[in-house]
Protein backbone atom coordinates (compact mmCIF):
# COMPACT_ATOMS: atom_id res chain seq x y z
CA UNK A 1 0.00 0.00 0.00
CA UNK A 2 2.87 2.52 0.69
CA UNK A 3 4.88 1.43 -2.56
CA UNK A 4 1.20 2.43 -4.10
CA UNK A 5 1.04 5.70 -2.71
CA UNK A 6 5.03 6.01 -3.92
CA UNK A 7 4.08 5.46 -7.71
CA UNK A 8 0.65 6.93 -7.58
CA UNK A 9 1.63 10.56 -6.36
CA UNK A 10 4.88 10.63 -8.33
CA UNK A 11 3.18 10.20 -11.11
CA UNK A 12 0.35 12.88 -10.40
CA UNK A 13 3.44 15.39 -9.85
CA UNK A 14 5.09 14.21 -13.17
CA UNK A 15 1.59 15.01 -14.90
CA UNK A 16 1.50 18.19 -13.05
CA UNK A 17 5.33 19.67 -13.89
CA UNK A 18 4.31 18.73 -17.42
CA UNK A 19 1.22 20.52 -17.66
CA UNK A 20 3.03 23.78 -16.17
CA UNK A 21 2.64 23.54 -12.80
CA UNK A 22 4.89 24.67 -10.13
CA UNK A 23 4.90 21.16 -7.71
CA UNK A 24 6.72 20.13 -4.73
CA UNK A 25 6.78 16.71 -3.43
CA UNK A 26 7.06 15.98 0.02
CA UNK A 27 7.45 13.13 2.48
CA UNK A 28 5.47 13.53 5.93
CA UNK A 29 7.93 11.76 8.70
CA UNK A 30 5.69 10.33 11.66
CA UNK A 31 8.79 10.44 14.25
CA UNK A 32 7.34 11.37 17.43
CA UNK A 33 4.73 9.31 19.38
CA UNK A 34 4.50 6.13 21.40
CA UNK A 35 5.60 4.35 17.90
CA UNK A 36 8.84 6.08 18.11
CA UNK A 37 9.92 5.07 21.38
CA UNK A 38 8.93 1.31 20.78
CA UNK A 39 11.15 1.65 17.85
CA UNK A 40 13.90 2.70 19.94
CA UNK A 41 13.21 -0.07 22.51
CA UNK A 42 13.06 -2.41 19.91
CA UNK A 43 16.71 -1.10 18.89
CA UNK A 44 18.38 -1.56 22.10
CA UNK A 45 16.89 -5.13 22.09
CA UNK A 46 18.41 -6.46 18.91
CA UNK A 47 21.71 -4.56 20.46
CA UNK A 48 21.21 -6.83 23.75
CA UNK A 49 21.28 -9.48 21.48
CA UNK A 50 24.53 -8.80 19.26
CA UNK A 51 26.13 -7.04 21.27
CA UNK A 52 25.35 -7.43 25.31
CA UNK A 53 28.08 -4.63 26.75
CA UNK A 54 26.62 -2.19 24.57
CA UNK A 55 23.97 -0.96 26.93
CA UNK A 56 24.09 -0.07 30.30
CA UNK A 57 21.86 -1.46 33.06
CA UNK A 58 19.89 1.74 33.04
CA UNK A 59 19.38 1.22 29.15
CA UNK A 60 18.63 -2.17 29.59
CA UNK A 61 15.88 -1.53 32.50
CA UNK A 62 14.44 0.92 30.15
CA UNK A 63 13.71 -1.11 27.38
CA UNK A 64 12.57 -4.06 29.31
CA UNK A 65 10.13 -2.05 30.71
CA UNK A 66 8.31 -2.09 27.42
CA UNK A 67 5.71 -4.66 27.22
CA UNK A 68 6.79 -7.86 25.02
CA UNK A 69 3.91 -7.06 22.58
CA UNK A 70 4.93 -3.25 21.78
CA UNK A 71 8.32 -3.81 20.53
CA UNK A 72 8.94 -4.75 16.85
CA UNK A 73 9.85 -8.34 15.93
CA UNK A 74 11.15 -8.43 12.39
CA UNK A 75 14.59 -9.48 10.95
CA UNK A 76 15.44 -6.18 9.27
CA UNK A 77 15.84 -4.60 12.77
CA UNK A 78 18.96 -6.68 13.52
CA UNK A 79 20.08 -4.67 10.83
CA UNK A 80 19.12 -1.15 12.02
CA UNK A 81 21.15 -2.41 15.54
CA UNK A 82 24.13 -3.34 13.66
CA UNK A 83 23.88 0.09 11.83
CA UNK A 84 23.73 1.81 15.20
CA UNK A 85 26.97 0.13 16.34
CA UNK A 86 28.97 0.56 13.32
CA UNK A 87 27.92 4.35 13.13
CA UNK A 88 28.61 4.47 17.76
CA UNK A 89 31.06 1.97 18.37
CA UNK A 90 31.05 0.11 21.82
CA UNK A 91 33.15 1.95 23.98
CA UNK A 92 32.80 5.23 22.25
CA UNK A 93 31.08 8.45 24.11
CA UNK A 94 27.42 8.86 22.88
CA UNK A 95 24.21 9.87 24.58
CA UNK A 96 22.51 7.57 26.78
CA UNK A 97 18.69 6.03 27.18
CA UNK A 98 15.83 5.00 24.66
CA UNK A 99 16.49 8.60 22.32
CA UNK A 100 19.60 7.93 21.24
CA UNK A 101 18.50 4.41 19.73
CA UNK A 102 15.11 6.37 18.78
CA UNK A 103 16.94 8.89 16.69
CA UNK A 104 19.83 6.81 14.93
CA UNK A 105 16.99 3.82 14.59
CA UNK A 106 14.74 6.66 12.80
CA UNK A 107 17.85 8.05 10.77
CA UNK A 108 19.02 4.61 9.38
CA UNK A 109 15.56 3.74 8.52
CA UNK A 110 14.52 6.61 6.80
CA UNK A 111 18.07 6.71 4.68
CA UNK A 112 16.80 3.01 3.69
CA UNK A 113 13.57 4.44 2.63
CA UNK A 114 15.07 6.90 0.14
CA UNK A 115 17.33 4.64 -1.33
CA UNK A 116 14.40 2.31 -2.09
CA UNK A 117 12.44 5.22 -3.10
CA UNK A 118 14.84 6.72 -5.82
CA UNK A 119 15.28 2.95 -7.18
CA UNK A 120 11.83 2.91 -7.46
CA UNK A 121 12.28 6.39 -9.33
CA UNK A 122 10.97 8.70 -6.91
CA UNK A 123 13.01 11.34 -5.29
CA UNK A 124 10.92 13.75 -3.18
CA UNK A 125 11.93 17.23 -2.68
CA UNK A 126 11.80 17.90 0.47
CA UNK A 127 11.54 15.68 3.99
CA UNK A 128 9.33 17.22 6.59
CA UNK A 129 9.75 15.61 10.08
CA UNK A 130 6.65 16.06 12.07
CA UNK A 131 8.84 17.06 15.41
CA UNK A 132 9.31 20.21 13.68
CA UNK A 133 5.93 21.42 13.50
CA UNK A 134 6.18 21.50 17.27
CA UNK A 135 9.96 22.77 17.28
CA UNK A 136 8.70 25.79 14.99
CA UNK A 137 5.51 25.90 17.15
CA UNK A 138 3.31 25.36 14.33
CA UNK A 139 0.60 23.37 16.01
CA UNK A 140 0.24 26.01 18.43
CA UNK A 141 -0.24 28.91 15.92
CA UNK A 142 -2.86 26.81 13.75
CA UNK A 143 -4.50 26.06 17.33
CA UNK A 144 -4.20 30.08 17.68
CA UNK A 145 -5.87 30.34 14.58
CA UNK A 146 -8.54 28.68 15.08
CA UNK A 147 -9.58 29.93 18.29
CA UNK A 148 -9.44 33.36 16.89
CA UNK A 149 -12.35 31.99 14.90
CA UNK A 150 -14.57 30.96 17.76
CA UNK A 151 -13.76 27.03 16.19
CA UNK A 152 -11.91 26.35 19.96
CA UNK A 153 -13.23 24.86 23.26
CA UNK A 154 -12.34 23.49 26.53
CA UNK A 155 -13.80 20.81 28.16
CA UNK A 156 -13.14 18.41 30.62
CA UNK A 157 -9.73 19.13 30.63
CA UNK A 158 -9.22 18.68 27.22
CA UNK A 159 -8.54 21.00 24.06
CA UNK A 160 -11.87 19.88 21.31
CA UNK A 161 -11.98 21.53 17.69
CA UNK A 162 -15.64 22.22 16.76
CA UNK A 163 -15.28 20.43 13.25
CA UNK A 164 -19.42 19.57 13.49
CA UNK A 165 -19.39 23.68 12.05
CA UNK A 166 -17.89 22.14 8.75
CA UNK A 167 -19.84 18.76 8.14
CA UNK A 168 -17.67 16.63 10.71
CA UNK A 169 -19.92 13.86 12.07
CA UNK A 170 -18.15 14.82 15.78
CA UNK A 171 -16.06 17.11 16.89
CA UNK A 172 -12.38 16.16 17.57
CA UNK A 173 -10.12 16.42 20.88
CA UNK A 174 -6.65 17.86 19.48
CA UNK A 175 -5.02 17.94 23.38
CA UNK A 176 -6.26 15.03 25.43
CA UNK A 177 -6.53 15.64 29.10
CA UNK A 178 -3.62 14.27 29.97
CA UNK A 179 -1.93 17.47 27.89
CA UNK A 180 -0.33 14.76 25.05
CA UNK A 181 -1.38 15.73 21.32
CA UNK A 182 -3.61 13.80 19.73
CA UNK A 183 -2.78 12.82 16.20
CA UNK A 184 -5.10 15.89 14.35
CA UNK A 185 -2.76 18.18 16.12
CA UNK A 186 0.08 17.74 13.48
CA UNK A 187 -2.31 17.75 10.90
CA UNK A 188 -3.43 21.27 11.74
CA UNK A 189 -0.09 22.72 12.24
CA UNK A 190 1.39 21.06 8.82
CA UNK A 191 -1.92 22.12 6.79
CA UNK A 192 -1.81 25.50 7.88
CA UNK A 193 2.44 26.02 7.41
CA UNK A 194 2.06 24.07 4.14
CA UNK A 195 -0.01 27.40 3.12
CA UNK A 196 1.78 29.92 4.82
CA UNK A 197 4.53 28.08 2.52
CA UNK A 198 2.76 29.34 -0.59
CA UNK A 199 1.18 26.03 -1.77
CA UNK A 200 -2.17 26.87 -2.75
CA UNK A 201 -3.33 23.54 -3.33
CA UNK A 202 -2.49 20.80 -1.14
CA UNK A 203 -2.84 16.55 -1.88
CA UNK A 204 -2.37 14.41 0.73
CA UNK A 205 -2.43 10.45 0.28
CA UNK A 206 -3.27 8.21 2.59
CA UNK A 207 -3.90 4.50 3.07
CA UNK A 208 -6.84 2.79 3.23
CA UNK A 209 -7.10 2.24 7.08
CA UNK A 210 -7.51 6.73 7.11
CA UNK A 211 -10.84 6.78 5.08
CA UNK A 212 -12.11 8.28 8.38
CA UNK A 213 -10.39 10.99 8.34
CA UNK A 214 -11.46 12.75 4.81
CA UNK A 215 -14.29 14.28 7.27
CA UNK A 216 -12.14 16.11 9.66
CA UNK A 217 -9.67 17.00 7.44
CA UNK A 218 -11.89 19.38 5.44
CA UNK A 219 -13.61 20.53 8.27
CA UNK A 220 -10.00 21.74 9.36
CA UNK A 221 -9.53 23.00 5.59
CA UNK A 222 -12.45 25.08 6.04
CA UNK A 223 -12.07 26.04 9.33
CA UNK A 224 -8.96 27.94 7.89
CA UNK A 225 -10.99 29.34 5.36
CA UNK A 226 -9.72 27.17 2.48
CA UNK A 227 -12.17 25.39 0.00
CA UNK A 228 -12.76 21.68 0.44
CA UNK A 229 -11.64 19.25 -2.47
CA UNK A 230 -9.77 22.49 -4.25
CA UNK A 231 -7.63 23.20 -1.86
CA UNK A 232 -7.01 20.39 0.28
CA UNK A 233 -8.00 17.00 -1.86
CA UNK A 234 -7.12 13.36 0.10
CA UNK A 235 -6.37 10.64 -2.01
CA UNK A 236 -7.30 7.15 -0.20
CA UNK A 237 -4.84 4.19 -1.55
CA UNK A 238 -6.80 0.90 -1.01
CA UNK A 239 -4.94 -2.07 -0.07
CA UNK A 240 -2.18 -3.84 -2.35
CA UNK A 241 -2.59 -7.82 -2.41
CA UNK A 242 0.29 -9.69 -4.03
CA UNK A 243 -0.52 -13.08 -5.08
CA UNK A 244 2.48 -15.89 -5.74
CA UNK A 245 1.62 -19.47 -6.96
CA UNK A 246 -2.26 -18.08 -6.99
CA UNK A 247 -2.05 -17.96 -3.18
CA UNK A 248 -1.82 -14.43 -1.30
CA UNK A 249 1.26 -12.90 0.42
CA UNK A 250 0.80 -12.20 3.90
CA UNK A 251 2.56 -9.40 6.05
CA UNK A 252 3.14 -7.57 9.48
CA UNK A 253 5.00 -4.99 10.22
CA UNK A 254 5.15 -5.50 13.91
CA UNK A 255 5.59 -9.60 14.04
CA UNK A 256 8.21 -8.74 10.90
CA UNK A 257 7.24 -10.78 8.08
CA UNK A 258 7.37 -7.91 5.92
CA UNK A 259 7.43 -7.89 1.91
CA UNK A 260 9.30 -4.55 0.49
CA UNK A 261 8.99 -2.87 -2.23
CA UNK A 262 12.46 -4.16 -3.46
CA UNK A 263 10.09 -7.41 -3.31
CA UNK A 264 8.16 -6.80 -5.61
CA UNK A 265 10.67 -4.59 -7.69
CA UNK A 266 12.98 -7.49 -7.75
CA UNK A 267 10.03 -9.90 -9.50
CA UNK A 268 8.50 -7.99 -11.78
CA UNK A 269 11.21 -5.23 -12.47
CA UNK A 270 10.55 -1.02 -11.53
CA UNK A 271 8.62 -0.26 -15.04
CA UNK A 272 6.00 -3.27 -14.30
CA UNK A 273 5.70 -2.57 -10.57
CA UNK A 274 4.78 1.19 -10.56
CA UNK A 275 2.08 0.42 -13.55
CA UNK A 276 0.95 -2.78 -11.79
CA UNK A 277 0.50 0.44 -8.49
CA UNK A 278 -0.35 3.23 -10.50
CA UNK A 279 -2.86 1.57 -13.60
CA UNK A 280 -6.29 1.73 -11.52
CA UNK A 281 -8.08 3.89 -10.15
CA UNK A 282 -6.66 4.47 -5.99
CA UNK A 283 -10.09 3.47 -4.19
CA UNK A 284 -9.88 -0.13 -5.32
CA UNK A 285 -8.01 -2.90 -4.25
CA UNK A 286 -5.32 -4.12 -6.90
CA UNK A 287 -4.08 -7.80 -6.58
CA UNK A 288 -0.35 -8.40 -8.12
CA UNK A 289 -0.04 -12.02 -9.47
CA UNK A 290 3.24 -11.88 -9.14
CA UNK A 291 4.17 -15.13 -11.39
CA UNK A 292 1.41 -13.56 -14.16
CA UNK A 293 3.78 -10.08 -14.10
CA UNK A 294 6.68 -11.80 -14.55
CA UNK A 295 5.64 -13.69 -17.92
CA UNK A 296 6.79 -12.87 -20.98
CA UNK A 297 3.44 -13.53 -23.00
CA UNK A 298 0.25 -11.42 -23.95
CA UNK A 299 -1.28 -12.49 -20.72
CA UNK A 300 0.73 -10.09 -18.92
CA UNK A 301 -0.47 -6.42 -18.18
Known amino acids: GHGRGAALGDSLSRVFRHLGYDVTTEYYVNNIGNQMENLGASVMWRMEEIDPSYLDDAERAAYKAKKPEDLYKGAYMVGVAEEVRRRHPAGTVRPRGIAFFRDVGQAIIIDGIKKDLAAFGVVHDA ?61 LGYYLD ?60 RAGTV ?43
Not at 272 to 299: E, K
Request: with cysteine.
Open 127 to 187: WYPESRLYEQNKVEESFAALRERGDLKDEDGALWFLSTKYGDDKDRVIIRSNGSPAYISGD
Open 194 to 253: KRERGFDRCFILLGADHHGYIGRMMAMCQAFGDTPHVNLEILIGQMVNLLKDGEPLRMSK
Open 259 to 301: ISMNDLVDSIGVDAARYALARYTNDTTIDIDLDLWARASNDNP
